[in-house]
């Protein structure tokens, strides 16, 4: 049975929440028993789709993919990204659009990008029954207005980020992302919010960590986000086994032996 949210949230403060973005069927199957979430991330749009950034992935694509992993997976809690364009449009657009993720695509959980802006999306989603995970700090979505630098790095910002961290609370925001601001800063708002946190560049005092897929098996191999941790060169080993059966193609070695 898949854990579900009344179990991660109980976890804060006691376990820390593992969760792993997965894009497909194949990998889901790899990761399911091994860490507590899995996020349908829209950096699929770059580390699958081959996108400069998170912008042009759809809803459709992102639903096509959520559902792949929930084919892939019974055990870890199932979170998909809500892609730009889906929610900020309007109240109606993020029900429908979160409702899809749901519905279609198997997910558990969606996570929307942005503080007070989104509050009447994140009221309306809890209403309705559907959890929402805020994400605050470097917000990729917004990549055109901030960049991808840290977040929250002087008192004003990190004022802001602490009450947007509060507003989403108080609209019914069930978890909350933070990524790439301030260890410090982020220390303070898992421990100001009764939401579990999971961080990304965040440092150890969130609730949880995640980590980009892509960027935990190595498989880009020449690019490494600052964020990252590399638990294995996977991109050089397929690489490797690649040359060694093109190389038993060509000497007409391979299905001789
Ligand atoms: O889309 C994504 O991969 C994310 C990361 C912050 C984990 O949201």
């Excluded at 892939?72 to 929610?87: K, V």
Aim: net charge negative; charged share 20%; with cysteine.
């Amino acid at each position: 049975m898949r854990l579900d949210l009344k179990t991660l949230r109980d976890m804060k403060g006691k376990t820390p929440i593992c969760a792993v973005t997965c894009y497909d069927a194949a990998m889901a199957r790899l990761l399911d028993q091994e860490v507590d979430v899995l996020l349908v991330g829209d950096s699929l749009a770059m580390v699958v789709q081959g996108h400069d950034n998170t912008l042009p992935v759809t809803l459709e694509e992102m639903i096509y993919h959520t559902r792949m992993v929930a084919r892939g997976s019974t055990h870890a809690f199932l979170l998909a990204d809500l892609p730009f364009l889906s929610y900020q449009t309007s109240v109606e657009d993020a029900v429908r659009s979160a409702g899809r993720l749901l519905k279609e695509g198997g997910a558990q959980m969606v996570k929307l990008e942005g503080g007070r802006a989104v509050v009447p999306q994140v009221t309306a989603l809890a209403g309705y029954g559907i959890p929402v995970m805020g994400h605050l700090g470097l917000t990729p979505q917004s990549v055109h207005a901030i960049g991808y630098g840290k977040q929250g790095k002087d008192s004003a910002a990190a004022q802001t980020l602490l009450s947007d961290a509060a507003a989403l609370e108080q609209a019914g925001a069930a978890m909350l992302l933070l990524e790439n601001i301030p260890h410090d800063l982020a220390e303070q708002v898992s421990r100001q919010s009764s939401l579990p946190t999971i961080g990304i560049g965040a440092g150890p005092g969130c609730d949880g960590q995640v980590q980009v897929l892509h960027d935990l098996a190595g498989w880009i191999p020449d690019f490494t986000p600052r964020h990252a941790v590399k638990y294995m060169e996977g991109g050089k080993a397929l690489q490797e086994a690649a040359r060694r059966y093109a190389q038993d193609v060509r000497e007409r070695k391979f299905l001789s032996k």
